[in-house]
């Protein structure tokens, strides 16, 4: 997964455990926390430690987003090569959605795009290294999960990648 140390909210920690366990270091919940079993069955089968902490602790480490009483402690995040991901990915005998953006600069928009992506289908997004925002913990909590399904390449200049 090079940006987030972190990735809360139930939804988005829940499909990162189901997609890439390997990338979950640990969780953290807030103590006396309510609807989080299915979550912690999980991460118990998986073998990822979890401590319990204080709501304060995880405010902080979420920088005040809203992290519903769990925090993954994750690797940095992952992006993909672009010519990886169209050797894998793509197909001249199946065409593919592919979602190039351009100086998205809100983290909120590039979770949303990256659900909309995932629910039509999209193989992956495409953004640019400059004038653009990262993938972070507050990308990855808007987009409820879809940005642990969905490959990210970041590419220099944008022109060129997609012709």
Request: no cysteine; aromatic share 4%.
């Given at each position: 997964m090079a940006k987030p140390?972190?990735?809360?909210g139930k939804h988005p920690v829940f499909e990162l455990l189901k997609s890439q366990p390997d990338s979950v270091k640990?969780?953290?919940?807030?103590?006396?926390a309510q609807g989080l079993?299915?979550?912690l069955d999980l991460a118990d089968a998986l073998g990822i430690p979890v401590s319990q902490v204080s709501k304060r602790d995880l405010d902080g480490l979420s920088g005040g987003g809203v992290h519903q009483?769990?925090?993954a402690l994750v690797k940095?995040?992952?992006y993909c090569d672009l010519e990886d991901f169209l050797e894998e990915e793509l197909s001249p005998v199946t065409p593919k959605l592919v979602?190039?953006?351009?100086?998205?600069q809100d983290p909120h928009n590039l979770g949303a795009l990256a659900r909309s992506a995932l629910a039509f289908g999209a193989s992956g997004i495409v953004i640019p290294k400059d004038r653009a925002c990262d993938?972070?913990?507050?990308?990855?909590?808007?987009?409820?999960?879809a940005l642990a399904?969905?490959?990210?390449?970041?590419?220099?200049?944008?022109?060129?990648?997609i012709s």
């Open positions: 140390s972190t990735v809360y640990k969780l953290q919940v807030a103590r006396g079993s299915e979550l009483g769990v925090i940095a995040f992952g979602l190039v953006l351009d100086q998205i993938v972070t913990p507050t990308a990855i909590k808007s987009s409820a999960g399904h969905l490959p990210v390449a970041r590419v220099t200049n944008l022109r060129r990648a």
